[in-house]
């Protein structure tokens, strides 16, 4: 496994790159804006394809590298179902898995840092950005925080993991890397209260000042999403009901880019192709099936993801490999679902 702790000493941010070999996918957890053309060479040095961004929470300190590394290498962007943030790729909740070759994520939801809160859980570590620091917690006072939802985050589920679960946070300001469960059971001075109420008056009573940079940061990171507005400029977008029309036509090959655990919760349209956007590339080149597909049925393929962002890249991808008659379904099904077009489960 590949597994490097990035720091940007700027914001006391830990981002993780994760690869289950050179040459492979890999994965990055956290990334910092400022930091995206260090990734990128890292990456490179590497030799690893970034398919996937996510973010634990959506952040009050620094401003998020998702958006810049999505349009950089074309990356899905992840966060949990309740963030704020405008569009992201995909949006998981407790239970999902997040995957790449060779690696998954167990994501768990862990509010009360904001309610958007995540942990994720992989294999021997989990990754508990700012709802368990080493020797300390997450502050609960803004973005919608609760003392009380953090105390069940920390109690009921991150201290039941077995002890010797590495613990590697979003942050840390005074140079700690790594801790376990069992150490922060017993040292983290948060941790020592005897009770729920006890927690929720010791992060009542912090008296912190905002992060310097709240007020810009908060809401860039809520505008991370693709720009849409080309592509339906240059007619190769559907929005909802124009997509929901177009359901039946013989010219018209809807291609499903997402994944099968999302397929399988979310359900799908009728008459779909599956086509997981990660081989988008190799899907696309001669000899590729939807290349084949395309000119052997002569229709319009027409992408369609979550919320849009993994068609519209389809989309650009498609045109780059030559392929012209395309468009996507802007929203994703997302939009679809919201505009009553019929949806078939599994
Ligand atoms: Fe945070």
Same mark, same amino acid.
């Given at each position: ?19 289950? +070999? ?9 990334? !910092? ?28 300190? %620094? ?72 020797? =300390? ?28 679960? #590495? ?36 992060? =009542? ?21 693709? %720009? ?23 010219? !018209?090959?809807?291609?499903?880019? +997402? ?24 899907? #696309?080149?001669? =000899? =590729? ?12 393929? !027409? ?24 468009? %996507? ?18």
């Amino acid at each position: 496994m590949i597994f490097r702790q990035l720091f940007d000493s700027v914001s006391g941010t830990y981002s993780y790159l994760l690869a289950s +070999r050179p040459g492979g996918e890999a994965m990055i957890l956290d990334p !910092v804006l400022e930091k995206a053309e260090r990734y990128c060479k890292l990456l490179q040095e590497l030799d690893l394809k970034l398919v996937k961004a996510v973010d634990t929470h959506l952040h009050a300190d %620094h401003v998020t590298g998702l958006g810049e590394l999505r349009d950089r290498t074309h990356c899905i962007t992840i966060m949990g179902e309740q963030s704020k943030a405008d569009v992201v790729s995909m949006r998981v909740a407790d239970g999902d898995k997040i995957t790449i070759e060779g690696l998954a994520l167990d994501v768990m939801y862990t509010p009360g840092h904001t309610d958007d809160s995540y942990s994720y859980l992989m294999g021997d570590r989990v990754f508990t950005g700012d709802t368990l620091l080493i020797r =300390g917690t997450g502050r609960t006072d803004f973005q919608n925080g609760s003392a009380r939802a953090q105390y069940d985050s920390i109690f009921n589920r991150l201290l039941k993991l077995p002890e010797e679960t #590495l613990v590697f946070p979003a942050h840390d300001y005074k140079g700690d890397t790594v801790s376990t469960i069992g150490e922060e059971k017993r040292y983290n001075p948060r941790l020592q209260v005897r009770s729920i109420d006890e927690y929720i008056e010791l992060m =009542g009573n912090l008296n912190l000042p905002n992060p310097k940079l709240m007020d810009v940061v908060i809401p860039a990171n809520m505008h991370v999403g693709l %720009h849409q507005d080309e592509l339906e400029k240059q007619g190769r977008s559907l929005n909802a009901r124009q997509a929901i029309e177009s359901l039946g036509r013989t010219d !018209v090959l809807l291609v499903d880019l +997402r994944e099968s655990g999302e397929r399988a919760k979310h359900g799908t349209l009728s008459g779909a192709l599956h086509a997981p956007y990660p081989s988008i590339d190799e899907s #696309l080149k001669p =000899g =590729g099936m939807l290349r084949e597909v395309a000119a052997a049925s002569g229709r319009r393929i !027409v992408f369609f993801c979550a919320y849009g962002e993994r068609s519209a890249m389809a989309v650009k991808a498609a045109c780059e490999a030559g392929l012209a008659n395309t468009a %996507h379904i802007a929203g994703g099904i997302d939009a679809w679902k919201k505009a009553g077009g019929p949806v078939l489960h599994a």
